[in-house]
């Protein structure tokens, strides 16, 4: 991990261990279909359409300014079996049995209507394709989230999230997700445990513009006085350095490989 001291600072490189787990599991063929759900700015949809190399990949996701990039980076690695398109996977019109592996980092767990969207995820795969998802467990067992926030608040109440808050850790509970996709049309389910660290910066000052930039973080910083909020950046600040290695700045967590197969 000592390499990840000179990465540039963004989300595939706090994600790069998972992400080398997650593609083990793709198991992509070479003429496969696939849809990257969530692609973000593409760094899966690429690891899928270099397997499927006689196939085809498309990245969607609702961030225009991501999927702009995402055809950035496509077009100059030459990636020629790759297209991203801006859009909502839970309502988009996907073509019926279009795809053969359904794929997605950390993109289905802000879906606003679950039930909906894995039917309609599901509708999009052949019958017998697979979904494969890596996705939160539940917060108080991701280190990150708990010491983030616990640094923010201190010794008072965390600040009430708004009804239609994104919720980062909403299909960390096994049973329930089992319950949410076997309802949208999914069977044989699997969740893989996966305990690795995120990686937030070569330094403290990177790791801490990193985690500023955070949602929940920026929020939570917005609504505190400017006296509270200088004693939550330097309870931030003790955090990361009590985090800090010769390779970085890194928090624990753990996720869950979801994988299913369309009945």
Known sequence: ??????????????LRIHNARLRRVYDIGLDDSVVDI????????RDAARAAVVGRVLGVDTSASAIERAREL????????????????QVHSFDDEEFDVAISRFGTMFFA??????????????????????????????????SIGNALAADQAPPPRPADAMDAFSLGDPAAVTTILGAAGFIGFSFTDVHEPVYYGRDVATALEWV??????????????PASRKQALDRLIRLLQAHARADGVWLDSRAWIVTARRA
């Open 1 to 14: 991990m000592s390499n990840l001291a000179l990465v540039h600072m963004d989300y595939d490189a706090e």
């Open 38 to 45: 969530g692609c973000g700015t593409g760094q899966t949809t």
């Open 113 to 146: 209507e679950p039930a909906s969207a894995f039917r309609n995820i599901a509708r999009a795969l052949r019958p017998g394709a697979r979904l494969v998802m890596m996705v939160w467990q539940d917060r108080a067992r991701n280190e990150w989230a708990v």
């Open 212 to 225: 500023r930039g955070f949602a929940t973080v920026t929020e939570t910083l917005q609504l505190l006085d």
């Open 74 to 89: 496509a077009a100059g690695e030459q990636l020629h079996n790759v297209t991203h398109t801006v859009a909502d996977a």
